[in-house]
Structure formats: C-alpha cells, structure tokens
C-alpha cells in the first residue's frame, strides 16, 4: 500500500516536471522562423536605396586567452600502513587551481602491504591473503596556498613556491575491504618554470578499521615527491 | 606496470600540446597610467616591471586571476585581473577577458560535481554529470560510492533535475530518477551475499551559483530499493555539501 502511493506520486512528479521541459522545446521551435520571416522584408529595402559600400567587413577574430589553470602529474614515496610496515607509494594526481589561494584536488594511489609482527613471529599464521594486501586508495581533496613565496638559488635565479595545506575524503581499498578514508597533510611546491611543478607533500590517510580483531582509528602516513605541469 | 607507462605516456602528450600553443596570442594596449608586472600569479610577489600607457604587449596565459604578459622587449611577468580589465584592444574596445559569468551559468548546458554525504548510515561521496536541456531542466547522471560498517556498495542513477528558479543565484530544486544498486556486504558477517537491485528516488535540494563557473549543492534523496525480497528497503540519501561547475 505504502508503495504504490509513492510510486503514484513519483509519476504524478515525473510529469510534471518533463511536461514543462517539453512545451518549452516545441515554444522554440515555432518562435524562430516567425522572427525571421517579419525582419527580413525592411531590411532588403533599405539596402537597396543605399550604395553598395566596396569595402569588405573586416572579420575581427579574437585569439583565446590560454588558462592553464589544471595540473596533472606523477608521484613516489613512502606510505607506512599501521601495523603492516612501511611501503613504496605511487600514484598520480590531478588538480584544478580555483583562484591563487585555493586549488582542488583528485588523486589515486597505490602501495602494497607487508606483514605484520605478529605474523613475522608466529611464523606460519596469514592475517591476509597476497591479493588482500594490496592497497589502492582515492582522494579528493581542497588545498589552501597558505604560504606563498619564491625561493633564491645564488644570485641571479629565484623560483616561485608554496607551501600548502590540503584535506579530504576518498575511500581506501584494503585488506579486502573499502574504507570511508579522511585526509590531512602539508606540502611544498616549487616551480622551476611558469609551468612545472615539484611537491613535496606529506599526508595522513585516517580510516576505521576491524582487520586485526578490534575496531579502531587507522593513522596512514605518507610522504612523496611529485612532478606535475599546468596546462 | 602498466599504469605507470600511460601516465608517462600522458605527460609527454601534455608538454606537447602546451609547447604548441604557442601560435596565436592576443595583444593588448595599456589604457591605465601604467600596469606592474609581478614576479609571479600571486598578490604577494614583488613588482618588477612597469608598462607605461600607450605601450602594447602580449598575452600569454592566464592561470586563475592573473594574466602573463610579455613586453616587445621579450620582459614577461604577471598582472591582476583587476589591471587587465583597463586594458584595451587594438582595436580599441576594452579587453573581453573571456571570463564566464552569471550570464553563462543561465545558458550553461554541461555540469559537473563532487558531493559529500550520508547514505542510510554510511559515508557517501558521490559524483554527478549532467546535461540541461532548458534553464529549468536537465538530466543528470550520478555514481554513488558508499561505504558502512556493515557494507559497501556503488550506485548509478539516471534522473531528472528541475531547477524552479534559475535565474535567482539560490535556487530550489527537484529531482527523480533510477537507477541500480549494488551492495556488498562485509565478509565479516554471516550469510550474507552481495546483491544488486534497482533503485528509484525523489528528492529535492537548493543550488547556489559561486562565482565564474562554479556551483554549490545540497540535496536530499528518498530512496526505494526494489529487492528480490517480500518488503522495499527505504533509505535516507543526505548529500551535505557538494561543489560543482559548468562548462
């Protein structure tokens, strides 16, 4: 009963949101030719009584202005998953800069576990199968360029940089689960050029898990050296 | 290994592309007294160079709100947008920084966004697409990622967005649509099975235009899952925030 109620109402909802949409498509379609038709008839008159001018209509085409204002690139590190020792991390990242202060941030990443100390003294006992230590985690991610600055390489170069703060949500895939995962962490940019980037960047990757028996807050840390460029 | 070499591959393609673009560049003739040329895109970089009125110089790039510029004598730095807009055409008209606005968020037809939320007790982050056929409506697809204590699971949905007011910079909206859903519980739990079902919804939320092409969101979505089981399942979908744009 509770059902079909909703679903009455969802139709009813549905019409009358499409119905609107619909009537507006067809209201277009019959205004242009209407327009065309009633301005055209003037206009060819007064041409006519007039010389023809002999100069062409100079065509003004604008050149875009060019934004680079994505980023995509490359990076490597250290990440040290709790209890499962510490690992290379690779991965790569894209980022888009909102304005010179703020910038957004989507990257994917990935690391394999080792073994734990229990299962190094045991011996025998396998918490994780070889598949299940594999760790793969995504993150989107705000940053804030809170300290901006240029760097002086002896006396005659100087390099802009920033130091910045980023945090997040994504997810981590580990131990043959999906993990709701929150990110913090700083980093350090420099620019080389007006459009290479290198950062280097240390993060904290915090999830809830029950892998070894008891639930509790994981702390993920990792640290990385990145290339990016701005296009 | 075969993700490391395509983005190698990728980065390659990237320098490429910005080494080529470097053809056709719109000049500009200086209208103020003068405009500064800082050292970087950024207000606290020191001012290094002046271009006096009358002088005209070349666009390169843009990145957020400031402008690369580069003098007749090869002197390139960066100016604020503030600074731009007194700057003229050579034909004379003021410089059209191609900037979109409040105009072309009415005609935007592509959008896209990221959300944050939760989903009947679990995390969500959701991701959208969407095209609009009118100012009011349009269609939208969305993949959900959810993720609980006691399961995981992904959704797509397929759905209509009706926007009431579009041309207010806050609006109301209304949305329907369906989709699938795909639930997999954790291997923790006995005899459980991971399952996919249909999924409808309704719901509504409130869009605030920001700035340029930027959006925010704030939705809410009931949901009816059609199991294989005797009873629906209803579930809350609270979308807190969201960030989206249009292009």
């Known amino acids: 009963m509770e ?34 038709a009633s301005a055209q008839p003037p206009a060819d008159d007064a041409n006519k009584s007039i010389i023809e001018p002999q100069v062409e209509r100079r065509e003004i085409k604008r050149p875009k202005i060019e934004a680079s204002d994505f980023e995509v690139g490359v990076y490597g590190g250290i990440l040290s998953i709790e209890d499962f020792e510490s690992n290379a991390v690779y991965g790569a990242r894209l980022a888009y800069n909102l304005t010179e202060d703020f910038f957004l941030e989507a990257s994917l990443g990935r690391s394999r576990a080792g073994r734990t100390s229990y299962e190094n003294l045991s011996g025998s006992a396998e918490i994780l199968t070889d598949s299940e230590r594999d760790y793969t985690y995504y993150a989107l991610s705000a940053g804030w360029n809170a ?78 050296l990145g290339l990016s460029v701005y296009f | ?122 995390s969500l982050i959701s991701m959208f697409g969407g095209y609009a056929f009118s100012d009011n409506l349009s269609i939208e697809l969305t993949v959900n990622h959810m993720l609980g204590d006691i399961s995981n699971g992904y959704s797509a949905t397929l759905g209509l967005m009706h926007l009431f007011v579009p041309e207010w910079r806050l609006s109301p909206y209304f949305t329907i649509g369906t989709g699938v859903i795909y639930i997999d519980p954790k291997s923790t739990l006995v005899k459980a099975s991971d399952r996919t079902d249909q999924i409808g919804y309704v719901g509504g939320g409130l869009q605030f235009y920001l700035t340029r092409r930027f959006m925010l969101r704030s939705e809410y979505r009931h949901n009816i899952v059609f199991t294989s089981r005797d009873d629906n399942e209803e579930v809350d979908e609270w979308k807190y925030l969201g960030f989206a744009f249009f292009f």
């Open chain 2, 1 to 122: 290994m075969r993700r490391p070499s395509s983005l190698w591959l990728l980065l390659i393609v990237v320098l490429a592309a910005s080494a080529q673009a470097e053809e056709k560049l719109q000049k500009i003739l200086i209208a103020d007294p003068f405009i500064e040329l800082h050292t970087g895109p950024g207000r606290g970089y020191p001012v290094f160079y002046v271009i006096e009125r009358g002088q005209e110089v070349t666009i390169v790039k843009r990145r957020t709100d400031w402008f690369q510029v580069r003098t007749d004598r090869d002197i390139e730095g960066w100016v604020a947008r503030e600074q731009m807009l007194a700057t003229l055409e050579p034909t004379g008209a003021p410089l059209d920084l191609q900037e979109p606005s409040r105009e072309n968020y009415l005609s935007r037809r592509w959008q896209a966004g990221v959300m944050a939320g939760d989903f009947g007790g679990a």
């Open chain 1, 3 to 36: 059902v079909s109620r909703f679903r009455l109402l969802f139709l009813t909802l549905l019409a009358a949101s499409v119905l609107p949409g619909c009537a507006m498509f067809s209201r277009n379609r019959d205004a242009a030719p209407e327009t065309a």
């Open chain 1, 147 to 224: 300290l901006p600055g240029e760097v002086f390489v002896g006396k005659n170069r100087s390099y802009n940089t920033a130091f910045y703060l980023v945090t997040g949500i994504g997810s981590t895939r580990f131990g043959g689960d999906d993990l709701f995962t929150v990110n913090a962490g700083f980093g350090y940019r420099i620019l080389p050029t007006d459009w290479i980037a290198v950062h280097f960047d240390v993060r904290d990757y915090i999830f809830d898990t029950d892998l070894l028996g008891k639930k509790k807050i994981v702390n993920n840390l990792e640290a990385h």
